[in-house]
């Protein structure tokens, strides 16, 4: 391979493959991998591994990637998650082409090898406790004891270990364990287990196997048997590499990849563990695994984030080697510069008031050029019906306004978008003193939004016309958690004790633009003044959409933490 194949953007992970490339090594292919457990659904962190694996495959020239499933704990998996996972690396924008595997399928080879390092006196049957083997493994400062079945006889040890496999022994009974180093300065070298028995089916292979291969142990195999050349993990794994390094030295496997380590992606204001994150599910606090607030893949497609604004935030927040915690605004800003470039302007009222304009016919409907962007003729634009009756913004009114308040108050005029300045002459009010509808009266020179005599005003307000606007439910989302570092141990409250009381606001008789009675599930607009939106793609309201509100047009806890 030729260093012109070397792609340009740079990361310590890249300038070790650059390295290998240059010196031949593994006959100049890059092969990665994406080994999910597929345990849960696929979140935000997740992503950051995909886009940097499935980048490099992408980027290096016959570079592959493969997916593969760690399925190894029968107990907590399920094929609802291979699917979800699958679905949602696709939808993420990238390609496993045809090398989708399952470590599962390697129960049969793992089995042999681990005859094998049986056989070499590598590996042993322990009948110590789960307590013992602790108890055994000595501290970090104190060194390890062996057990006494460690110098058991080869043909003994398989003899044990078959009738493992054929479910002889209770769970917990016994498990094999790798014959390394009790005195290891690497608590992980200190005879670690290979298999551990465990009477559960397993959702592909059934009911075949009684004993199940330990992660540390398959990882590495089923890596050296696809050609794996970089195998990329994060930070914890680091201490686990000389037993990765171990395995593949005792056995004759095709290929020894070199495993390198990144650091996780931490966001604040959020979890990404996988338990915690299944907690919030199984608990009630979310309504499943694609709850907009969710930090998960599906969640956050349900929100409105492309895949486009996920990818640019991976490229944006790098590869590192130490662990860092990243303000999830920085987040929110790859979703707000895109959905800026990609979406159409729109005019939605979220709190309606009702305005009268007291001087425009009753029962005329006249409709308004606007384009739907201001500066991007080729978004095009529709026609906006206007009429006696509109709705504004609540908010976009007060009776007594401050001197700053540059929208509606009582002798005020204002700029309704695209249409006319209309004055506010009256407040009408309920018994109750609630303000019902405000009278106003429009200029019709000022049609479009400008006054011919150059007059300025300083508002200009969203609306939609009364009869004409389309009553649907919107729903405005928030961070999840109102604390930083939720699941901080420095807090001594539960890290659900910060779930966020007000991450989800349900707007039940928003008025918006006709022309969204078409809009269809998943596209994405600017509602203006209000924020970036999406049409949610499970519900809708009595065949009328329903959307979820991305993020708001600016951050607002970046003001709240000025305050
Ligand atoms: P969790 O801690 O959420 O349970 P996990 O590491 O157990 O996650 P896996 O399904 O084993 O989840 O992860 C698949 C791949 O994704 C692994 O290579 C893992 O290192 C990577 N990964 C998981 N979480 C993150 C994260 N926060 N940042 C970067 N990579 C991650
Ligand atoms: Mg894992």
Redesign the pocket.
């Known amino acids: 391979m030729s260093d012109n194949s070397i792609p340009e953007t740079s990361n310590f992970i890249r300038n070790i493959i650059n390295d290998d490339l240059k010196n031949n090594k593994n006959d100049g292919r890059v092969h990665t991998r ?4 597929p345990n ?1 659904y696929l ?1 935000i ?2 992503a ?2 995909i886009c940097l694996n499935f980048g490099i495959a992408d980027d290096y020239q016959g570079g592959l990637c493969n997916l593969r499933f ?1 399925d190894t704990n029968p107990e907590k998996e399920d094929v609802e998650y291979t699917d979800s996972i699958m679905e949602d690396v696709k939808w993420l924008g990238f390609d496993w082409e045809d090398r989708l595997y399952y470590a599962s399928d390697y129960f049969d080879q793992l089995f042999e090898f681990a005859k094998q390092l049986i056989l070499d006196d590598k590996a042993y049957v322990d009948h110590l406790s789960t307590e013992e083997i602790r108890e055994y493994r000595g501290t970090l400062t104190e060194p390890g004891k062996p057990s006494p079945y460690r110098e058991r006889s080869a043909e003994e040890n398989l003899e044990l270990f078959e009738r493992m496999r054929v479910g002889e022994f209770k769970e917990g009974e016994c498990l094999l364990r790798a014959k390394i180093d009790m005195a290891s300065a690497n608590m992980n070298m200190r005879d670690p287990a290979i298999y551990r028995i465990k009477k559960v089916e397993h959702h592909r292979t059934g009911n075949k196997w009684f004993i199940y291969p330990m992660y540390d142990y398959t990882h590495c195999i089923s890596d050296a048997l696809e050609g794996i050349t970089h195998s990329l ?2 930070l914890e794994f680091e201490d686990h590499r000389p037993l990765y390094d171990w395995f593949l030295d005792q056995l004759p496997v095709p290929c020894h990849p070199q495993q390198i380590e990144f650091a ?3 966001l604040n204001y959020t979890v ?4 915690k994150l299944n907690e919030l599910v199984t608990e009630g606090h979310v309504s499943g695994w694609d709850d907009p607030r969710m930090p998960t893949i599906t969640g956050m497609r349900r929100r409105g984030y492309t895949p486009e604004a996920i990818r640019d935030f991976c490229d944006r927040i790098g590869i590192t080697k130490s662990d860092t915690l990243i303000d999830v605004g920085v987040l929110e800003n790859c979703a707000r510069e895109d959905l800026d470039k990609r979406t159409r302007r729109v005019l939605g009222v979220l709190n309606p008031l009702k305005v009268i304009i007291d001087n425009y016919p009753e029962s005329e409907t006249e409709l308004l050029d606007a384009p739907y962007h201001p500066n991007d003729p080729d978004m095009g634009n529709r026609q906006l019906p206007f009429s006696k009756e509109l709705f504004i913004e609540q908010d976009d009114f007060m009776e007594n306004p401050p001197k700053k308040f540059f929208r509606l108050g009582p002798g005020r005029e204002v700029r309704l978008r695209y249409a006319y300045f209309i004055t506010c002459n009256e407040v009408i009010k309920d018994d109750d003193g609630n303000i019902i509808e405000l009278r106003c009266t429009y200029d019709p020179e000022t049609k479009g939004g400008n006054a011919p005599d150059e007059r300025k005003v300083k508002g200009t307000l969203h609306w939609v016309s009364a009869q004409h606007s389309l009553a649907t439910e919107v729903r405005l989302y928030d961070r999840l958690f109102n604390d930083p570092k939720p699941d901080s141990s420095q807090h001594d409250k539960d890290w659900k004790d910060f779930l966020n009381p007000d991450s989800i606001k349900l707007i039940k008789h928003a008025r918006l633009e006709p022309s969204l009675q078409n809009a269809e599930k998943e596209e994405l607009f600017q509602f203006e003044r209000l924020g970036y939106f999406c049409v949610d793609r499970k519900d809708n309201c009595e065949g009328r959409p329903v959307f979820n509100r991305t993020v708001t047009l600016r951050d607002s806890w970046a003001k709240q933490k000025h305050k």
């Open positions: 994406f080994p999910p457990e849960g979140h962190g997740h950051k591994s760690d993990c994060t996780r992606l931490n990404t563990s996988k338990r």
